[in-house]
Each structure stands twice: as C-alpha cells, then as structure tokens.
C-alpha cells in the first residue's frame, strides 16, 4: 500500500474511532445531556485538531505498522497524551472549562481504539504468514535481542521456509517464559529433548558474540539431534549491513573446531612492517593470499605479490585493491624454480621481509612426481633464501609443514630438506631466516573440508581414507596471524611451531559435517578408500631431537633447530635429475629420517 492511501486510510479510521471514544465518554460519564448539541460538535471539531496537530508532531502516519513494538505503543501514548492536552487549553480558552473526566476516559478509549487498530494489522500479518503450509518448525537457541530479533523477522517474512516455535536459554529467568508469543522451554543440555517435544525441523543458534569454545558445546549437543543446524550471522555484517538477520549460514569447520583466536601484538608487527616493502612468494595460494590480507592491514609501503600463476595473482590483487589500502601493491609473476628471475626480482625491488609461502603441497602428486617437489619445495626455496641474501634483505620466514617431521611423503621430506637449507644459511648471512611449521589449515586448496562438502551436496557418499587417521587443524587467517607474529620474533635459525590445539579424527569431521547438513549417516554414507600413498596416520609437529618446552608467545612454540651435513644435501641436489622415481622417493625419505643433531639451541624471543 502507498504512503498516501495508507494516510487516508488511517486518517479516516482514526476520526471515526475518535469521534466513537468522544461520544462514549459523555455517556460514561453520566453527561449525556449535552450529546450532539452545538457545544458537542464545537468540542468534536478541537479533538480531531488537537489529535492530527500531535499526530503531525509525532509522526504517527509514518510508522510502519506491520512491525510494530513497545516504541510504537510509546508513541501512541505520547500522541494521544498531547492531543488531550491540547484540546483542554483550547476548550479552556473557548468554554472557560473544561470537561477533565470526559478527557480523561476519551484518552483512555483513544488508546484502546488506536493502539488496537494499529497493531491488530501486526497481529493478523503474523497470524497469516504462521498459516502458510509447509514451513520447517524451528528451534532458536538464544532468547537474547538477536534471537528475538530472529524470530521476529522470520514469523512476518512471506518467502520464508522456517516457523519458530520454542527458545532455547540458559538464563534460569527467561526459561518458562514465552517471550514473542513463543516458550523459552529449557536450557542447551535440553536440546535432544525438547527438540522431540516439540517437533523440530530445524535448529538455529541465535548468540553471535558468544565464545567459539561455547558454540563448540552447543554443536556437540545439537548432533545428537541429527536435525540440520544453523547460525545467525556475525553481529558485525548485521551491524554493517552485509548479511541480513534471515541470511542464516551452514555450520562451518571453524565452529567444529572450538578455537578462540589468539590476541596479537598488533604494535609489534606494525613497527616492524609500517613504511617498509614486503614480499610474499605464492600470493595467490591459500596460505599466502592470506598472508597479504593480514599484511595490509599493518600498512607497509609496498606489498610484492610473487607468484606463478597470473590467474590467482590478479585476483588477490583485485580483491586487495577493493579496500584501497594505502600500501602499494606490486604484482610479479616468477617462478620460484627460476634461479635468474628470483634474483633479478630480489635485486630490483629489495624488500625488507620475505614471508616464503610458495609451495607443491599435495601430498599424492608430489609422491607421483619428486623431482618436481624437489625442484619447487626445495630448490624454489634456496633460490629464494640466497637471492634474499645477495639483496640484503633483513628477514626471511619461511613456512613449513608438520609433514616435514619424519616424512613419509616426498612432500614432507622436500620441504624438511628445505628447512635444513634455510637453518645452514642463516649461519653464514646476516639476512635472519626462520622457519614457521604448522598443520592443515581448514578450506586452503585441496584440504578435505571443501572436498567433504562438496561430496555432501552431490549426496554422497563422503570419501575417508582410514576410519584411525586424525590430523591438526586451524584456520587459514589465524595461522596466517601467527606466522606474521613470529616473523617479528625471529633473531635467526629458530623453527617457530603453531600450536594446532587437539589433533581431530577425520571419520568424525565428516560424520559432524554430514550430520550438522541435515542427512543422517544412512543418506550419506561414508566410505574409506584406504591412505594413499605417503600418507601418515597422524602428523608431528616436532620430533624427539627438535622437542622444546618454551612458549615464546601464546599459541607459538620454539623448536631446536635440526640439520644434516650440508655437503649430503647438495649432493643430492646436483644428481637428483638423473634418479628414477622410486629411487629418488627412497633416498629422500632416508636421508630426511637419520638421526640428526641439533645445531644449538635456538635463540629466545
């Protein structure tokens, strides 16, 4: 309806119930003598004005009725308060007295019969949109603003699948309460329960400022369930008008996780990055297109995105750029296997921090082909460091990978080899090199989460390779965080370790994930394919040699740094072109695995 039938509409509706309170109070109050007598309708004529001039005030006419609450009942009151008001100066001035008790029960009639008005559209909005078939009870666990704010917002929303029909709280003050016409019926540990009781379709976690930790509990419970659970958004895109309160989103790998985010010495890194030119290698992958995210925010004069492909380059790039950050990007394509080129780059832009993110990861295809994981892991990476140090740079931070402790993979032993390369140059350059190592982080590039998913929405089944395998997970920009706040630590040849919190069993990321999408186990199965090869069936983070008690900074752990001779890494690199493949995988894994003797201990942050 248009503004202005909505104003004629109620404009006429308002005079009549006037008109009907006005009347009714003379009768009410035992002076119905003077109905309908001249002074009656001279008295009709100065309410109506009254009212409309308050009304005007108080904008009344643009509300939107639909939604109303107790600031529109406010305003009614205000309105009416001031219309009476008003009408008994004018009275006064025209009469020379006023009729109190006929005001009085016309401003309470006045209330009844506008305020009635008014919400009984909101009243019959929600009572139609609850009729609609087909829509999923739901349980909102959180009776909070943003939980009422929900349930609010999906009762009146027409293209809405979901019905709320109880809340969850753990406030012993709110429980058998009803608050929007709803029961608040229980507490958390009551989920499974109530959600039989009343017949739910769907959960909805409605607390967005509570800790991960707690939300991590919540989700154990609601699997029991095995009814589909979702969360209300961020309270910070409600805020800014990113997401709306009815844009729910899927339970995602970070809330399985439980982790509360480490605080960071933002000071420090800013210091330490603030007016200086930064380089990242492999820009465009998961890790490192994080790295630069993280990196701008710290406001370095120049960021340098190095990396191979042009594709993922541009788009890191672009999607900085969005943000029009007062750093100047560079982006440069180079490949890190490219001797000259590295050289060339370090040369002509000398950055100040090289964070090395440039990597072959996968763990099956680098079993298919070592040379190139040699070639890019190991070799890319002392092309790296070296051209760092024949251009002076102050500090190189290398990331590494828990697969580099006891490989059983090329790809482990590739990238502990080209930790041993990084620790024997920081013993002879004034460049400091430090080694960041850590576990999977959760969505990068061919992790299991987005394949699991994936294998969930085209209904299964969802592929494990062994139901005993576990792995440490965190997410891509705390990992990310954490690798800029050791790189301001670094005082060289030190092997920084992320703390990963508890290893997770993958049979059971899967199963939470299968169960947490709404299916149950018998919908979408799981089915173990056996480990593939080089695969562990669980991952170190140090070995025995490289074990060290200290926590330098919370979640960051100091190892002792570890190496082999380096004339036996170099042999291997001069000849490792002229090995078959199997050849080439055994002497990898045999020289990585020897018994190795620790350099010195490390210096302390």
Known sequence: MTYRKRFGMFTLLDTLIIIAAFSS??????????????????????????????????????????????????????????AVVLNGIIQMAVFSYVLYRVLFVTWILMILGIGGARFFRRYRNESTYRKKLGRKKTMIIGAGSAGMMLARQLSQSRGCELDPVVFIDDDPYKQQLDILSLPVAGNTEQIPELAKIYEVERIIIAIPSMERKKLHDIYEICLKTG???????????LVTGKLSVTQLRDVSPEDLLGREEVELDHKHIKTSMRGKTVMVTGAGGSIGSELCRQIVKYKPARLILLGHGENSIYHIQMELMKHKPETILTPLIADIQDRIRIHEVMEEWKPDQVYHAAAHKHVPLMEENPQEAVKNNTIGSLNVAEAADAAGVKTVV???????????????????????????????????????????????????????????????????THPEMVRYFMTIPEASRLVLQAGTMAKGGETFVLDMGEPVKIVDLAKNLITLSGYTMDEIPIQFTGMRPGEKLYEELLNEEEIHDEQIFPKIYLGRASTLPLEEIENLLSDFTALEKEQLRNIMLELTNRRIVAVGESTTA
């Open 25 to 82: 109070s003379f009768i009410i109050v035992d002076v119905a003598g003077i109905l309908f007598s001249m002074t009656f309708w001279i008295s009709v004529f100065i309410i109506l004005i009254s009212y409309y001039m308050s009304a005007f005030y108080f904008r009344m006419n643009r509300k939107a009725w639909e939604y109303a609450s107790i600031g529109e009942l406010k305003n009614i009151v205000k309105t009416l308060t001031a």
């Open 227 to 237: 009814i589909k659970t979702q969360v209300l958004p961020m309270i910070e895109d």
């Open 398 to 464: 290398m990331v590494s990978t828990d697969k580099a402790v006891n490989p059983t993979s090329v790809m482990g032993a590739s990238k502990r080899l080209a930790e041993m390369l990084i620790h024997h140059l920081n013993s002879r350059s004034s460049t400091i090199y430090t080694v960041v190592r850590f576990g999977n982080v959760l969505g990068s590039n061919g992790s299991v989460i987005p394949l699991f998913k994936k294998q969930i929405d085209q209904g299964g089944p969802v592929t494990v």
